[in-house]
């Protein structure tokens, strides 16, 4: 307790707060001072209200930066979320453009194919008649 002589000329300021200067400047002397007088009950009381004011000041202050990180991550979340929405969207609509599309062609090819097997079925029964009468023909000058 000798180091902590003589802090009776500690002075809080007139709204119970000291300023960070003269906290720093009252804590700095109190700790080295010299003397060898022990510390009164005031003086201790006053360097725990000195502390515990500081304290108090540094946790605000964390708080405060706290909470302006959490509010960047805020806005850095909501804004990622709506460029999120945006891409999912563009990517829906251009799905959805291209599944149309794609039931366009479906339908197409469908409607050419029906028409091409109907050409191709007409083609081979065609050429099966020829055949057959060619083969009737070959046949019949054959008999003879």
């Known amino acids: 307790m000798v180091v902590l002589a003589h802090m009776c000329h500690m002075n809080p300021t007139a709204t119970g707060i000291l300023m960070d200067n003269e906290f720093l400047d009252q804590v700095d ?4 001072n010299s003397s060898t007088a022990p510390a009164t ?3 201790i009381h006053n360097l725990a209200l000195r502390v515990e004011l500081r304290i ?4 605000s202050a964390l708080i405060e930066r706290i909470s302006a990180v959490r509010d960047q991550l805020d806005s850095r979340i909501t804004e990622t979320s709506e460029r999120l929405g945006n891409r999912i969207t563009e990517t829906s609509e251009r799905l959805s453009t291209t599944n149309e599309r794609i039931t366009s062609l479906e339908s197409s090819l469908k409607d050419y194919m029906y028409a091409t097997g109907w050409k191709f079925f007409g083609a081979t029964i065609g050429a099966m008649g020829v055949m057959f009468t060619v083969f009737g023909m070959f046949i019949n000058s054959t008999m003879k």
């Open 41 to 43: 009950k005031g003086d």
């Open 29 to 32: 002397e109190d700790l080295n």
């Open 56 to 59: 108090m000041k540094s946790e």
